[in-house]
């Protein structure tokens, strides 16, 4: 534990900008993410970010292994020689991985010791105290599929750069409740925080803006498999805008997509990743098809093919065969 009294002239200033002031060795969001754990306390008792200080409090810090905030300082028994297998590609720059359902991509409450950047971090740069080191976009626990990391400081500037400039091609496929009308579009509705749960997202007014291009490429009696490309990256975005639609997710529960039969999570996969090489510039295009689990999706029954493709402007693969491996008959 160390701690320092609140002097005269930090009198009325925020407890996060003390902390980074006081223990420079870390990023002003670092303590901002220790004060959130409980880490930080305030003449002996856990406050937040924002209070305002009062001259002669007094402010600890407590950041031991316990509670979690050295979590990523260790790898999680790796070599350099033992990839995991769900790491589709890497370079010097930059990795991509095909995420596996069930994990987080950097550590957090609940998930100090496993995750996508604990299991990685022998390969990516290091920050000190940062917690998503190479983390430049993120996909939610249960959802799968492909995702970019980098491997340098620099890199991870220019591809955070690349996707607040809208030039990295992220979509995804998803089976939705139901049939969205029209079958082709866009969903333009900002997100904020759920004002009745903390712990959802919700479309809200003065949220910030989100559009979301949907195409459907095959139906079931209640059901269709929907292509999206996201313009933003906002929390939970396809979740969202397809359950504010009554379309969730199959299998989110958390947005209303329970499902009888599906039960494994929902059904939502980032199947293609389309890049410029962070340093020379080449193209970088990585298409993954979904997990095991979703052949589950055979006790929907028959399909109806709407697209002959999966993505509009690649011819492969096609809906018919994407469909058949999974043991889904269409027609």
């Keep these: 534990m160390s701690s320092r009294d609140v002097p005269l002239d930090w009198h009325g200033q925020r407890l996060d900008r003390f902390v980074a002031d006081m223990w420079p060795e870390h990023s002003r969001t670092y303590w901002q ?28 810090i407590e950041c031991g292994q316990e509670s979690g905030a050295g979590a990523i300082l260790e790898p999680q028994g790796l070599s350099l020689r033992e990839w995991p297998s769900w790491v589709v590609y890497h370079d010097p720059e930059v990795m991509v991985v095909n995420k596996p359902r069930g994990l987080v991509v ?8 496993d995750s996508v950047v604990s ?16 983390v430049v976009h ?32 992220r979509e995804y496929l998803a089976v939705v409740r139901g049939h969205m009308h029209p079958s082709r579009g866009a969903i333009d509705a900002p997100l904020g925080r759920n004002p009745n749960n903390r712990l959802k997202m919700a479309v809200v007014l003065g949220g910030r803006s989100a559009r979301t291009y949907y ?68 193209l970088m295009e990585f298409v993954e098809g979904p997990p095991e689990d979703w052949a589950g999706l055979s006790v929907l029954g028959e399909s109806r ?18 469909l058949n491996q999974l043991g889904v008959f269409s027609v």
């Design 215 to 282: 195409r459907t490429v095959a139906t079931w009696h209640s059901a269709s498999l929907v292509q999206f490309r996201l313009e933003t990256g906002r929390t939970h975005q396809i979740r969202v805008h397809c359950a504010s639609l009554g379309h969730p997710v199959l299998g989110d529960t958390l947005y209303g997509g329970r499902h009888p039969l599906l039960k494994l999570g929902q059904m939502l996969h980032a199947g293609r990743l389309q890049f410029v090489h962070p340093t020379d510039h080449r």
């Design 33 to 60: 993410r220790a004060i959130a754990r409980g880490q930080v306390t305030l003449d002996g008792k856990p406050a937040r970010a924002g209070v305002p200080l009062k001259a002669g409090q007094r402010v600890g």
């Design 305 to 322: 093919i709407v697209e002959p493709t999966l993505y509009p402007d690649r011819a492969d693969p096609s809906t018919k065969a994407w």
């Design 138 to 169: 993120r996909l939610d626990r249960d959802t799968t599929g492909l995702m970019m990391l980098a491997r340098t400081v620099q890199a991870k500037a220019l591809l955070s750069q690349a996707i607040q400039e809208r030039e990295v091609i």
């Design 106 to 113: 950097h550590p957090s409450r609940g998930h100090w010791d």
């Design 119 to 134: 299991r990685l971090l022998p390969w990516l740069p290091a920050e000190a105290g940062e917690l998503r080191p190479g």
